[in-house]
Structure formats: C-alpha cells, structure tokens
C-alpha cells in the first residue's frame, strides 16, 4: 500500500502500529529510504515525508483475519457450525465485517449460518472428532422394532449454497424461539422433523447441500408426515372422546333405572293391600285402604315420570355429544365411522329399553289403585242394597 500525501491523523496512525509490540507493518518505505520494525537501526521514522509505502503482515492465527475470497471464508470451522468471526476482512470485495453496507452474499451468507446454527440445536449430537475441519450433524430415528437408523450431514458449505432463492426455514425458527415449547405437540413435532431428516436423507441418500436445495421438498415431507401424526392423534383423540361418552350415557340411563329400583317394591305392597281389601266387609275401612293404595300410586306415578323426564335430558345431552361425530363421519376412517356407530346402536337399544321399563311401571302403578277402586264402588253398591 503507497501514500502520496502526507497527513498527521495518518502519520500518527502508521507510528503507533509501527512501535506496537503485535507484528503488523512489516516495512515501511518514506520517499524511498525503508525502514522495518525488526531493524534496531530504526527504532523510530522521519516525522515529516511526502511518500510512504508500507508492507502489512495481515493476521492468520485465528479466524479473525483476512480472507481472499467468501470461498475462503465458507472453509473455516466456525462457519460450518454456524458462527461467523467476530472480524474479517474480504478482500476480492474489499469489505470488512463491521461496515455498515453488507454485500447480497453476506446477507445470504449470515442467513445460511443462522440456518445451520439452528438446525445444529435439533440434531442428536455432532460430530467433530475425525478432523477439526470437519462437523457433522448426526440424526437418529428408532424404528418400532427396537433397531435405529442415523442420518449424518456433513457441513460442507460451497458458494452455490448461499445463492439459493427461496430458502424458507421458518420452521426452524419456530423450533428455536423458546415460547413455542409451551405450544400443542410441540414434542412430538420436534421429533417428526428429525424422523424425517433420517427419511429424506437415507432414502434419497443426499448429503447437507442436497437438503439445502432441495428444502422446499424437506419441508413438504416434514409438513405431509406432521399431518399424519395429527390426523392420527385426531383419531385416537376421537376414539377416546367416543368410548367416554358412550360408557357415560350407558352409565346415566343405567342409574335411571337403579335410582328407583328401591321405590317400585311399593307397587307389590300396594298390590298385597289390594288383595287384603277383598278380606275387609266395613265401608269406611275399605275407603281407607283404598286411600292409602291410590295416595301411593300417586306418589309412585310422579317419581317415575321425574325419572322420564330425567331420561329424556340424558338422550337429548346424547344427541348433542354424538352429533358433531355423526356429522363429520364421512371425514373419518372406516374404522372410526364403525366405532360411532356400534356406541350409537348400543345406547339408543339401551334408552329404548329404559323408555319401555318406565312406561311398564307407571302403567303398573295404577293397577292397584284401579282394582281398589273397583273393589270400594262395588262394596258401596253392595251395602246401599
């Protein structure tokens, strides 16, 4: 690098790096006399020159340094794992890390560390030990018969990857930000998009930069196998919601009968005291009897019209819990369609019968009133002639 003009800012500048203990000016050329740091003959340059040519010794002991070209910069470590150098320097296009106006490839080159940063979270573990210049990121599915099977993807990053359009992972965006873990099946959607790295991997047999180019068409895998699982959630969720509901109602329309089950033995005393009328020859005691029969039907007629009433809200709350499934059964599998079907058959042969069993018992109920009745009219004939 040459100088032409001299100036004070500059020349302050060039004397502190040329006095500095760190190695960066090689030599210094002023109006044609060189000067070089490692020289004791000269310790110190001319305050004043009209031309300067200086020599720089750029960094290269860490990852903080200059680097030819982006293809230069992609083949460092710290880039594959998705982590840029804090500082750098490109030089074919003479930009520095901390300038304010980044070139397109950068954007895109900060996108593609953001990407392998993230993905690197869901992965099982990496793997770094056969070279420093290598990092894998290795995925594992456990298939149901015990065995598993592991998908490794090798970060290589070439130039071509940060020029892709379209490259759409906000998935893992979703996957990163910590307040989606307290969203539904966020698990298990964690786990379906690693099955389904090993499955695009493995049955594809692709590496890291085929994935990349070939996203969209990951996503779509990972998006189709989501939809499996929830769809079969659905469906288990479903089946769960249809034996609950069928055993409720099957237990309400069983308490129905069972809560009157203690009451209905009055029908059969009130059918004795009947019997017991025929014995009786005394108008007034008869009356009595009578009284007592019928104040029993009565009572016994209105509790099993409550119990009536109570098994109509049951097939009525029925109707409305299996309506939405009767509704959406075209929607559903063969086997779920079978499953509403078998718990609807069941229950409505469950509430015919508990319909029949009242409408017999209020019906019997009367019995005994009615022959007691009979049996008063006809002693009160009988005692007038």
Known sequence: MSLTTYCDSVHHSISTLYNSSIPILEDIVLDGKLFSPSDPDSSNIPEEWSKIELTCITPSNSENRFYSCIDDLLSINSVKKGVLPRSYYLVDTNYFSEDSNKPDDIIKLNKLCDFIDKLSTLAHYHDSRNSDDDYKLVFIKNNENGKSISAILNIILTKDLINIEDFDYSILDFFSDPSSKNTPHYHEKVGIFRNTIVEFVCENKVSFQDVIKNWNDFNKLYLDNLSTYLNNFSFHKARKEIAEAEANFAEKLSKITSDIAGKILSIPVSMAATIAIFKLNNIIEISFATLGVLITSIFMHLILINQ????????????????????????????????????????????????????????????????????????AIKSLS
């Open 308 to 379: 009536y009433k109570q098994l109509n809200r049951v097939i009525h709350a029925k109707d409305l819990v299996f309506k939405p499934f009767e509704n959406d059964e075209k929607t559903y599998p063969q086997e779920l369609h079978a499953d509403v079907q078998e718990a609807l058959t069941s229950l409505n042969k469950n509430q015919k019968f508990t319909r029949f069993t009242l409408k017999c018992l209020i019906t019997i109920t009367w019995i005994p009133s009615i022959t007691s009745i009979i049996l008063l009219s006809y002693s």
